[in-house]
DNA sequence: CTTGACCCTATAGTGACTACAGGGTTTATA
DNA sequence: TATAAACCCTGTAGTCACTATAGGGTCAAG
């Protein structure tokens, strides 16, 4: 199939396709007459693993990193493991900040009562505080 | 006080206190005959505005946008208040989204029993789900 | 005087895309 | 058969919010 029926096929942008073979991230497809590209099935399971470890937040670099131990065909479990605990941890860490972010802007805004009035609290508290 | 200062009082870097005043967040100081950067406390006060909006995960645009609230001088509270609403909301929604990818991957994680098995069900399931 | 810290401008790089320019190929329709 | 739109290609630049580097000037302390 051709480059836009992958797309499609995996919900990946065309580009983005494009970008990941650049990349190193997919292999270079065999090509039509015309220079189209033509992939089968194994570049859409590629893809769709490379895109749900992106939809689970590992960077690129960490799903080279995967498909490498995968591909060198001594892919040890530990090593997949220790990278998604590792990832884990870091989605934590996020979540934990950005509970701040949301509970210190929580307490701004409910300390906003609209109005047109030239003291805004939520101002005044980041200018100040 | 120059640059240097400024951005110890701040926590924000020196290049991006000058990425800033680029970026037109900042306005341009006064210089020395050196013509080196020299900052008062509106400078200060404004940064350090800046930089809590950007802890808080506002973008620059929309602290550009506050700030044009607030020099506009018929700054509305109830305009701020959206914008923080606003705001808050996307927060929230990126936080659900973390949930969401944490507990894909606790699940798979918790299916790594580790060792050397050409079988792994984290790879597996990514592959194939 | 020397040297290291500080300052300056201009430009490029980061990561993961995304958009655009310019041009060729395919497909469906009149 | 002609046409127009959709699709494909490569190369390059842009996005966002920084961050780093190159090359050069200034300041302050020893």
Same mark, same amino acid.
């Given at each position: 199939? *051709?480059?836009?029926? &992958? $797309?499609?096929?995996?919900?990946?942008?065309?580009?983005?396709?494009?970008?990941?073979?650049?990349?190193?991230?997919?292999?270079?497809?065999?090509?039509?007459?015309?220079?189209?590209?033509?992939?089968?099935?194994?570049?859409? *399971?590629?893809?769709?693993? /490379?895109?749900?470890?992106?939809?689970?937040?590992?960077? &690129?670099?960490?799903?080279?990193?995967?498909?490498?131990?995968?591909?060198?065909?001594?892919?040890?479990?530990?090593? /997949?493991?220790?990278?998604? *605990?590792?990832?884990?941890? $870091?989605?934590?860490?996020?979540? $934990?900040?950005?509970?701040?972010?949301? $509970?210190?802007?929580?307490? &701004?805004?409910?300390?906003?009562?609209?109005?047109?009035?030239?003291?805004?609290?939520?101002?005044?508290?980041?200018?100040?505080?």
């Amino acid at each position: 199939m *051709r480059i836009g029926e &992958l $797309a499609q096929q995996t919900g990946c942008q065309v580009e983005t396709i494009r970008y990941y073979e650049r990349e190193g991230i997919l292999p270079k497809p065999q090509r039509g007459q015309n220079n189209y590209r033509l992939y089968g099935e194994p570049h859409q *399971r590629r893809l769709q693993f /490379v895109r749900r470890c992106r939809d689970l937040g590992f960077s &690129l670099e960490e799903v080279r990193t995967l498909l490498d131990m995968i591909n060198g065909g001594t892919q040890s479990c530990a090593e /997949v493991e220790a990278l998604g *605990r590792s990832h884990l941890e $870091a989605v934590r860490e996020k979540i $934990a900040d950005l509970r701040k972010m949301e $509970a210190r802007l929580s307490e &701004l805004v409910s300390r906003c009562h609209g109005g047109r009035t030239p003291d805004c609290s939520f101002v005044e508290e980041l200018f100040e505080s």
